[in-house]
T-cell receptor, first 113, second 114 residues
Framework: DPKIIQKPKYLVAVTGSEKILICEQY?????MYWYRQSAKKPLEFMFSYSYQKLMDNQTASSRFQPQSSKKNHLDLQITALKPDDSATYFC????????????FGHGTKLSVL | GQQVKQSSPSLTVQEGGISILNCDYE??????FAWYKKYPDNSPTLLIS?????DKREDGRLTVFLNKSGKHFSLHITASQPEDTAVYLCAAGPLNTGNYKYVFGAGTRLKVIA
């Protein structure tokens, strides 16, 4: 059973529209993250949250907004979509304390036309 | 700099041989180094990691070597098997509990042939 659920697995959007990527984790972790992998680029850190509070934001654009309605949820809202936003978005989580392992979801592959 | 570089985009190894994957980093504040394995259309999964206070860690067929002065770390897979065929991502970052902001390499595609 997947412990980090990302929905949907695939998403097609038109330029200028808005989408929400869903992430729920059932590992009991307090820290959650979003990473992004664009075509032919490395996996790239976007956001980290701890106990539902923003810890770090490496995303230059305010079009990307994480939303944490519950401790085990970290959704990602993307507005005014552009073709350059096309990528696979991975949600991840980690336990608190000195355990540095990241657990990743399977990703949402977003294509913006 | 924040870059983490995997110089070889691909590597082919004979079954039973040793696979050696390399990673270079720029930021000497990094003190955590990891290797993740990724199959197509699947999530990255941690294989093995090491903190900067050691220069080697073994786990079964896997060994991580860390050279801090050279800003380099590597993954050795002994007795390579076809099921080791995957993309291997190296990652590095600072140790900030609960805020694991890692920088990943672009990946090395390992193919183990029988």
């Amino acid at each position: 059973d997947p412990k980090i659920i990302q929905k949907p697995k695939y998403l097609v959007a038109v330029t200028g529209s808005e989408k929400i990527l869903i992430c729920e984790q059932y590992l009991g972790h307090n820290a959650m993250y979003w990473y992004r992998q664009s075509a032919k680029k490395p996996l790239e850190f976007m956001f980290s949250y701890s106990y539902q509070k923003l810890m770090d934001n490496q995303t230059a654009s305010s079009r990307f907004q994480p939303q944490s309605s519950k401790k085990n949820h970290l959704d990602l809202q993307i507005t005014a979509l552009k073709p350059d936003d096309s990528a696979t978005y991975f949600c991840a989580s980690s336990p608190q304390g000195y355990n540095e392992r990241l657990f990743f979801g399977h990703g949402t592959k977003l294509s913006v036309l | 700099g924040q870059q983490v570089k995997q110089s070889s985009p691909s590597l082919t190894v004979q079954e039973g041989g040793i696979s050696i994957l390399n990673c270079d980093y720029e930021n000497d504040m990094f003190d955590y180094f990891a290797w993740y394995k990724k199959y197509p259309d699947n999530s990255p999964t941690l294989l093995i990691s090491v903190r900067s206070n050691v220069d080697k860690r073994e786990d079964g067929r896997l060994t991580v070597f860390l050279n801090k002065s050279g800003k380099h770390f590597s993954l050795h897979i002994t007795a390579s098997q076809p099921e080791d065929t995957a993309v291997y991502l190296c990652a590095a970052g600072p140790l900030n509990t609960g805020n694991y902001k890692y920088v990943f390499g672009a990946g090395t595609r390992l193919k183990v042939i029988a």
